[in-house]
């Protein structure tokens, strides 16, 4: 991930995590795969943003989609 976002950075709006529904997002925001994904983009200091992420997957609602909490 921390590859992806200092080299690649042009390849970030490509970055999904699951198959959504929805098709008008790239993020279901209901599964782990996409926790994980955002718990990564901001772990190697990147934007959530930038992969298109809409929504803070750290706040208290969200606690169910990190199976050790």
Do not use: H, Q
Not at 1 to 28: A, Q
Not at 34 to 58: E, Q, T
């Amino acid at each position: 991930m921390k590859i992806l976002y200092s080299r690649y950075s042009y390849l970030l709006k490509y970055v999904m995590s699951c198959y959504p529904e929805n098709l008008k997002d790239r993020w279901c925001y209901n599964c782990p795969m996409c926790a994980k994904a955002y718990l990564y983009s901001v772990a190697v200091g990147g934007d959530p943003v930038k992969i298109g992420m809409k929504k803070n997957l750290f706040e208290m609602k969200y606690k169910n989609l990190y199976p050790i909490f």
